[in-house]
């Protein structure tokens, strides 16, 4: 688990997440979201 040193010194935004990369920078990135559904495709009756 992670440890907070300090707070309040990024702006936090929705819909982005942030993360310490190698070099110790912290990073933005916007969150991946599920797709839409998709529509049913009738099947096709085998002759």
Same mark, same amino acid.
């Given at each position: 688990m992670?440890k907070?040193i @300090? &707070? =309040?010194? %990024?702006?936090?935004?929705?819909?982005?997440l942030?993360? @310490?990369?190698? &070099?110790?920078? @912290?990073?933005? $990135? %916007?969150m $991946?979201? =599920?797709?839409?559904? !998709?529509?049913? @495709? $009738? !099947? &096709?009756? &085998?002759?």
């Amino acid at each position: 688990m992670g440890k907070i040193i @300090v &707070k =309040g010194v %990024v702006t936090r935004r929705p819909g982005h997440l942030y993360y @310490v990369d190698g &070099k110790g920078n @912290v990073c933005e $990135a %916007v969150m $991946a979201r =599920g797709g839409k559904k !998709k529509k049913k @495709v $009738a !099947k &096709k009756k &085998k002759k």
